[in-house]
């Protein structure tokens, strides 16, 4: 059974950094799409970033020029860096994975739906 395990997060002033780490378990492939997301109480799941298999990000507007991804195909591990962290940026943060390559995984920002291994989450916490 595929699973992704998360790690990280904690709790940060305003304009500080955090880093969010994600790694398959239970598959010898790498996926070809990673995603985070986030959730606060009473809303929908959010998308932050995607990254492919080659690196290509897409990001919320939202978390432009701040938050960035990067991958390890080989250690099937992916990473959430989140800079110049805000208040608002405060929420339940979820990776997911899929190894799908019927649709573009730049599309799939706003689609949680479409992928098919989600992590525990893990909480992010900005003070101002």
């Known amino acids: 059974q595929v699973q992704l395990v998360e790690s990280g997060g904690g709790s940060v002033q305003a304009g500080g950094s955090l880093s969010l780490s994600c790694a398959i378990s239970?598959?010898?492939?790498?996926?070809?799409?990673w995603g985070w997301f986030r959730q606060t109480p009473g809303t929908e799941r959010e998308g932050v970033i995607v990254?492919?298999?080659?690196?290509?990000?897409r990001s919320a507007e939202s978390v432009q020029g701040r938050f960035t991804a990067d991958r390890d195909n080989a250690k099937k591990t992916a990473i959430l860096i989140m800079n110049s962290l805000k208040p608002e940026d405060t929420a339940l943060y979820y990776c997911a994975a899929d190894y799908s390559t019927t649709t573009s995984c730049m599309s799939r920002i706003q689609a949680a739906g479409r992928f098919g291994v989600w992590g525990q989450g893990t909480n992010v916490t900005v003070s101002s």
């Open positions: 990254i492919d298999a080659e690196g290509r990000i």
């Open positions: 239970g598959s010898s492939a790498h996926p070809f799409c």
